[in-house]
């Protein structure tokens, strides 16, 4: 019987991106998606504000209205507990997935849930947090709206043959395109999905997700309103001192970051400890709310209208002073028991209120130091100090105060990982048993070729030999598991391992057959120099096999074999590269 030679792998098309046609196809969804996001952040601040002007006021209307204006009296505890205890309900009875404050369970759903949302989900969660929020809830809309952003994105994927890493682009970009409607933050909001809710930097993701952006920010004038957020006035510091001035602040909010997030969870462990359902929980964290509500009426609702306040410098240390403490405890009590809210509203005034109050012995505007607070316990708490810096500066229009919120998140961000190993949002699903890294490294097996890791000039075994050959050379002499069959030019035409010998031993194979003749009709996985070493890791996968072999592109020689080994030894150079230290000069 003649030979042929076995067909490799087809020769990798090597580039810096993986990228293809699809994501053209992913942008153009992506559109749809931030259309969607922006409808879908109006439609949430307009639940908020009925819900609000419900529970305060008595009265069906969607126009903003500040719950510090409203007279109830001692129906200041009576409201959160009502509003809580419909929250409860909504999660038992409805989805449990409402609770919390949404990025957590949205990144969970990436990582771990193929990015698959529920129509539920995309309906209660803007209910459940309009009425949270609504009747005094310490929380602001963005959690909510990055779950309900995403759970649209998600179901619009779900109604397309996409791949899960084609669904998460399109989650995240929903998520992105809710925030930048809320907030009027385009560019924060991309580097929050980059640094938070991707887990990656690709071409596939990121043009989609800023698709989405853009289309949301056009949008917003249109459904909310236009310009920053927090406008003030307070002017920049001259000199070099504010760069350090700035580290300060930041470092000291990396600090609260962590304290808040260790307090939290211990809230937390304290309510699961409770002998009554979960359901109960968000009424027993709404009495905290309401006695915080008549010791100072603005911790009550998201509280934007305080981090205007502090921004224009027209608190007294001691308004400061209580806000600080009275907002830290009745978030983190309400938070802690379960209800549905978010994390970033309550840490802007947190974050800015230790600023704002470190700013009265400071130089310059204490509404500026303010911002500088928030860009760093941003940053500290939810691990994205190039969010958080960016952030501040949209949220107010101050983009020339950018290389110091860049130096308060920056030392927030520094403090905040040396101190505390997961952040606020990651504490919540590693307590579920998962563990993620928030760190993006390009894989050592995508560095490296085949070349690279190869063991060159490998022992072959040539086609004319006799199966009788073979099964004496496995019985005496063989080392590996497998080896590659070679003609006479020492081209590729198959494999044999210790499977095929033990198969052969117990069938019928005619004593005067050789390799060639056997394995002439079984196809053979090759790979080439340049194949990269993730190719090679999936093929073994794919095929079982655990030696590849390598071949010259030109004659189909085999110059190599690749085996499980060699890809572990891949990998554990590049971890040796950051924990061997060594002394280059003077060597």
């Known amino acids: 019987m003649t030979s042929t030679p076995a067909a490799p792998t087809k020769r990798p098309r090597l580039g810096d991106h993986s990228a293809d046609h699809r994501l053209i196809l992913l942008a153009g969804m992506a559109l749809g998606v931030g259309a969607a996001g922006a409808v879908g952040a109006w439609l949430l601040l307009r639940l908020i504000s009925l819900a609000t002007n419900l529970f305060w006021f008595g009265r069906f209307a969607t126009a903003e209205a500040l719950i510090t204006d409203s007279a109830v009296g001692l129906g200041v505890i009576a409201i959160p507990v009502i509003g809580s205890v419909i929250v409860g309900l909504m999660a038992r009875f409805g989805s449990e997935k409402i609770r919390g404050h949404g990025i957590p369970e949205a990144i969970e759903a990436i990582l771990y849930g193929e990015s698959r949302l529920s129509l539920k989900v995309a309906l209660l969660k803007p209910l459940s947090s309009a009425i949270s929020i609504g009747s005094g809830g310490p929380f602001g809309a963005e959690g909510p709206i990055i779950m309900t952003g995403g759970a649209l994105g998600s179901l619009f994927a779900q109604c397309f043959h996409l791949s899960a890493a084609e669904r998460k682009t399109l989650l995240v970009a929903g998520a992105a395109s809710g925030m930048t409607a809320i907030f009027g933050t385009p560019f924060a909001a991309i580097l929050l999905a980059i640094e938070v809710l991707l887990f990656e930097w690709k071409p596939r993701s990121f043009v989609p997700v800023v698709a989405a952006v853009m289309v949301s920010w056009t949008c917003r004038p249109l459904l909310i309103g236009a310009g920053p957020m927090f406008p003030f ?30 307090i939290l969870y211990r809230i937390e462990d304290a309510f699961h400890r409770l002998p009554l359902h979960w359901m109960w929980w968000p009424a027993i964290g709404a009495l905290a709310v309401g006695v915080g509500g008549l010791i100072d009426p603005r911790v009550l609702g998201a509280g934007y209208a305080n981090i205007q306040s502090m921004l224009d410098g027209s608190m007294t240390l ?33 974050g800015g209120a230790t600023g704002c109050f470190v700013g009265h012995w400071l130089p310059g505007d204490a509404g500026f130091w303010a911002m500088i607070g928030m860009a760093g316990i941003m940053s500290g708490a939810m691990r994205a100090p190039m969010t958080g810096a960016l952030f501040a500066a949209e949220l107010t229009g101050r983009f020339e105060a950018l290389p110091l919120t860049v130096a308060a998140a920056a030392a927030a961000y520094g403090i905040s990982v040396l101190i505390m190993r997961r952040s606020i949002l990651t504490e919540k699903i590693a307590r579920r048993g998962r563990h993620i890294l928030q760190e993006y490294t390009v894989d050592p097996l995508d560095l490296m070729q085949a070349h690279q890791i190869m063991t060159s000039g490998p022992k072959t075994l040539p086609g004319d030999m006799s199966i009788p050959s073979a099964l004496a050379f496995f019985r005496d002499e063989a080392r590996h598991r497998s080896y ?51 190719e090679i890791a999936d093929l073994i996968i794919a095929t079982g096999i655990g030696r590849v072999p390598v071949i010259d592109a030109q004659t189909r020689r085999v110059i190599g074999i690749v085996s499980r080994q060699d890809l572990l030894k891949a990998r554990s150079v590049s971890r040796s590269s950051e924990t061997l230290r060594s002394r280059a000069i003077g060597q």
Not at 238 to 256: F, K, N, R, S, T
Not at 325 to 341: D, F, M, N, R, Y
Not at 491 to 515: E, K, Y
């Open 233 to 262: 006035a307070a002017s920049l510091p001259a000199g070099a001192w504010p760069v350090l001035a700035a580290a300060g602040i930041g470092c000291l909010v990396g600090l609260e970051a962590a304290l808040l997030s260790s």
């Open 318 to 350: 001691k308004m400061i002073l209580l806000l600080l403490v009275v907002k830290a405890a009745v978030w983190l009590i309400a938070l802690g028991s379960g209800t549905s809210g978010g994390v970033l509203a309550p840490l802007l005034i947190l």
């Open 484 to 534: 590659p069959v070679v003609d006479e030019q020492d081209r590729l035409l198959g494999l044999v391992s210790r499977s095929d010998a033990l198969r052969w031993q117990n069938g019928n194979v005619p004593d005067n057959a050789t390799l060639a003749e056997t394995l002439s009709d079984i196809s053979q996985p090759a790979v080439h120099a340049d194949t990269p070493s993730g």
